[in-house]
Each structure stands twice: as C-alpha cells, then as structure tokens.
C-alpha cells in the first residue's frame, strides 16, 4: 500500500497540537530537587574496599578516562610454615568526567562489584581540569546510589547467599554441639563428689594378698 502524501506532516502536527494544549511545569531547581530515575546515570560511585586493582575498567573504558595505581604488598603466611602471599593495594582511582560518555562498560566488567551508578550530577567545575576526581570524591559518591530493586518472590536464592548460609549454619551446629558436649562431661569435684563410686577399697582378708 502505497504511503499517503502529507502522512507523515500530520503525525508531526498532532503531536505538536498535543504538546501546546498542555499547561508548562516549571521545576523550581536547584530549590527543588528534580525526581530522577532509580537507573539515571549522572556519576560513578567506587565501593574500594571490593577493589582488587584487577584493571579490568581502566583497560576496557572506550575513553581511557580511568587512572589507577596501586602497589605489591606482602602478606605474612596465616600458618606456621605457610606460604607468604602478595596483594595489590590501592593507591589512586581516579575518573575524569571532562572524557567519560557515560557508557557504564567499566560497571558492567568489574567482576567484584566496586562500582555503581550514582543519580548524582550535581559535580559541575569552573575549570575542566577539575573534573577529575579522585576516590574520596567517588567514595561520597557510593553513598548516594539507590538500592537494588527486589528479587521476585518465586525467584532462587541468590549463590552466595546459600553458600554464607550454609557456612553459618554449619558454624553455629558445632557451637551447639561443643556446648552440650561440656554439658555432660562433669569436671571438678562433681565426678567424686558424694554419691560417686570412688575406687574400690581392699576387704578383710585382701590386704596381704598379691
């Protein structure tokens, strides 16, 4: 079926048609808050105690716009005799906003969880060079990002939470078991008090023998 002449003019009128009849909403900012999506991107939030300094973002950001360092340090055996193990430990994450474009890859390869959405955007600077900002900002930041929605009722429990559970639970059945084990073993005076058999004495008769 051939298209109508003038069809797609008249959709674009209807819809301005639309739009005029309206009455205009002004938002009173910065006095009132603007009420933002739960999924708005406006910053980056760095949880950086899950932060292992794997560099997955910084090498996966389209922009480059990610600056990390970080150093070796070494960890003492747990055991006696143990091996000593080296970890990263986080100097600098730094994100400069002046290049980033808000694609959220560098969320979505992190695999230990150390960064988030933030609908925070209230971060303008006088100079471009300011916004770069470093992990104490980004740290205030992670407080500002919303809580995840809810699973579904019917949904599975997520993994780690069974296995912390069953960790938990198996923890607290050997407290249990500890705890009524020294219940009914008696200690002290109690196992020869009176009423208990003591060792047997040697009758008449019994003392010379051999």
């Not at 819809?15 to 603007?34: A, G, N």
């Not at 991107?41 to 970080?70: H, K, Q």
């Not at 747990?78 to 986080?90: D, I, Y």
């Not at 930041?141 to 938990?168: C, F, Q, S, Y």
Request: proline share 10%; glycine share 8%.
């Amino acid at each position: 079926m051939a298209p109508i002449p003038g069809a797609g003019l008249a959709k674009g009128l209807a819809v301005t048609l639309r739009t005029m009849t309206r009455k205009t909403v002004t938002e009173q900012y910065p006095d009132v808050q603007p009420e933002l999506p739960p999924r708005t991107r406006g910053v980056i939030g760095l949880f950086e105690e899950n932060c292992t300094v794997c560099m997955l973002c910084a090498r996966e950001c389209p922009d480059w716009c990610i600056y990390i360092d970080s150093h070796k340090e070494t960890v003492p055996a747990a055991v006696e005799g143990g091996r000593e193990r080296s970890r990263n430990v986080l100097d600098r994450f730094a994100i400069d906003f002046a290049l980033c474009m808000y694609c959220g890859i560098c969320i979505e390869v992190c695999p230990f969880d150390a960064l988030f959405w933030s609908p925070e955007f209230e971060y303008a600077e006088t100079d471009i060079h300011e916004l770069t900002h470093e992990r104490d900002r980004l740290r205030e930041w992670m407080w500002t990002v919303p809580a995840p929605p809810a699973l579904d009722p019917a949904a599975e429990e997520p993994k780690e939470l069974a296995a912390a559970r069953k960790t938990a639970d198996k923890l607290a059945a050997a407290e249990a078991a500890a705890q009524a084990a020294a219940l009914e073993e008696p200690s002290g005076p109690e196992a020869t008090g009176p009423g208990k058999p003591g060792p047997a004495e040697p009758g008449p008769g019994q003392e010379g023998s051999a």
